[in-house]
């Protein structure tokens, strides 16, 4: 089994707990199936309300406050357009905190080819050159595996 080591007061699990935890918070912003979908569809260009609903097999009502949901959290940024004849309506823009879930959303996206489509899933990313993977790096660029990893109190 691979585990991260806990120093310092978080090496006794059983003395603390995971209060104000960011995965729980993050969670709490695209813990949904449809949110998570909607940023995938976001990320391959969508931008107007029909084509997230349709592109993700959802019904507009849950459409609508998803993408209510995800632009009062700040990853949409509402944005009015206008085809001609019509009534103002708005497309929803990725931000840059919409942006930086890119890695998460492919590193799903990649479990799921791995673990869930027997190692080959249907589509491909590629960067032009080849496929590009998500990993854990360490600032100067080392891979690092999860048994590397040691997680410590911030402390200011």
Known sequence: MTAMTLSGPLAD???WTANHCSIDKAM?????????????EAYYGATRFDQFASRVGI??????????ELTEAG????????????RTRYEYLLTEMGDDLLP????LMQWGDKHLQSGRGPLVVTDGNGPVQVEVRSTDG???AADDLEIRARTA
Request: overall charge positive.
């Open 13 to 15: 699990r059983d003395s």
């Open 28 to 40: 709490g912003v695209v813990g949904t199936r449809s949110a998570v979908l909607i940023l995938r």
């Open 142 to 144: 080392r891979a690092v």
């Open 75 to 86: 990853l949409f940024v509402k944005s009015p357009y206008r085809d001609p004849g019509q």
């Open 104 to 107: 998460v959303v492919l590193g």
């Open 59 to 68: 019904t507009e009502a849950v459409a609508s406050a998803r993408l209510k």
